[in-house]
DNA sequence: CTAATCATTTAGGCTAGCCTAAAATAGTGA
DNA sequence: TCACTATTTTAGGCTAGCCTAAATGATTAG
């Protein structure tokens, strides 16, 4: 009696994997660590190691998986975690544009929603924002068919000498951050003026803004590009 | 060492019980049997029991609930299912009118998505949709404080004699259906005239409508009132 | 090249919510 | 009233996803 007994999995939970997984596995899509799962989960590194291997055993497996060596996204875990990432940005397009969420608010609430919805949600919601590409934190939103245009901007954490920039994009959670940059002016396609010292960036939008102090540890939230 | 240990529910599977309660126990908030419930939520009676005696002994309780006696909802537990019931009501009607659903799929949606809103979003949408007072298909919908108004109307299948009458409200649950008395124009507030033979109604709504043949078994997803 | 450290996996447990089968209770007709 | 039937509850099991503690594997410093 061999054991290949069918095991369910739980659409949401696995989400989440999936989804980590892009994010961490970055654009060259790298393989990812337990702790790294489990640290940006927020669950035990076993946890992680319990779920890798069910998703690596599955019928049609969402991973590729090698005992110590971390994890993958296979093919049909690429093509679901980025369908779950375009309905993220769908709804969180959604909520900012038609119900007027704070900016701050809407990662939160979509975060919730994205596991629940159907193809038809999201196509309604696609058709009433005319198809967007981006959402309103500068994230490109991708396709139907999974593609989507590479990012063309660096992390503000990069930033070599001082200048000025544009905001590409902004991470999206870290709410209060989200709040302090938009309270500030800087939100995505804001030009950038960047003063590097030691220990923090300084940064000044437009002109009537005051210019904000941001620690380096929170650089990375930022992306932006050269203008031009 | 007492057994008060801290026992915790799924929020999702408590609401669908007390939506449930709420929906069976009728107007006049009759208890329910564990049989009936069972039916509609399509699990097993004893896991009926089993939730029921949860539902019971949280620290406040849902229920009021004794053996063979059947369930009533008690103060908090009708709270909330109000609550729930409101959170449905709004979203069937937002993908209504907002995201133009066809009136026939927006229960399921509805039905996915009514858990896992916040306040936040509800408040959002009641305040996009003009804080209605009726959903798409006729029924009240709840107020913030619970409060309801109470329905005018009878169900269809307890027409005595031929006559016109206006169509109050046809229930959610029946996809088909739904989109058959659409086929017809029978939508709420329209004006139907009613035949009664032994087996089935005859109804017509309008002038360029055909009538329609309906099996007295489907008659109760209907609520009329007099027209006047 | 070996020992210490760090990362990862295995083993064993827990809870929620469902199930089935068996036991108990309530309701009813003779 | 008593037995029969239908309803409801109890008892015992299962799975998913999490946990902790212990064991194993990989890596690195001396």
Redesign the interface.
Same mark, same amino acid.
């Given at each position: 009696m061999p054991s290949n007994r069918q095991v369910n999995i739980n659409t949401e939970s696995v989400d989440n994997y999936l989804k980590a997984i892009l994010a961490l596995g970055g654009p060259e899509e790298q393989s990812v660590s337990s702790t790294a799962l489990a640290q940006r989960l927020g669950v035990a590194p076993a946890s992680v190691t319990n779920m890798l291997q069910k998703l690596a055993s599955a019928r049609s497996p969402f991973v590729e998986y090698e005992k110590h060596r971390g994890v993958r996204l296979s093919p049909e875990g690429k093509r679901r975690a980025l369908e779950v990432l375009r309905h993220h940005r769908l709804i969180e397009t959604f909520?900012y544009e038609? /119900?007027? &969420?704070p900016i701050e608010?809407v990662h939160d609430?979509a975060e919730? /929603?994205e596991h &629940?919805? /159907?193809e038809? &949600?999201e196509e309604?919601?696609a058709a009433?924002l005319g198809h967007p590409k981006i959402d309103p934190h500068g994230h490109c939103i991708p396709a139907l068919d999974g593609r989507m245009s590479k990012q063309d901007s660096a992390p503000l954490i990069d930033v070599e000498k001082d200048g000025e920039f544009v905001v590409d994009s902004i991470s999206d959670r870290d709410a209060k951050l989200l709040k302090t940059l938009k309270a500030h002016s800087i939100t995505p396609g804001a030009h950038l003026r960047v003063t590097k010292s030691p220990h923090e960036l300084v940064l000044r939008a437009g002109k009537g803004s005051k210019p904000l102090h941001l620690a380096l540890s929170a650089a990375g939230a930022v992306r932006i590009r050269s203008t031009n």
């Open positions: 909520l038609i /119900l007027d &969420f608010e609430e919730r /929603l &629940f919805i /159907l038809r &949600f309604r919601i009433k």
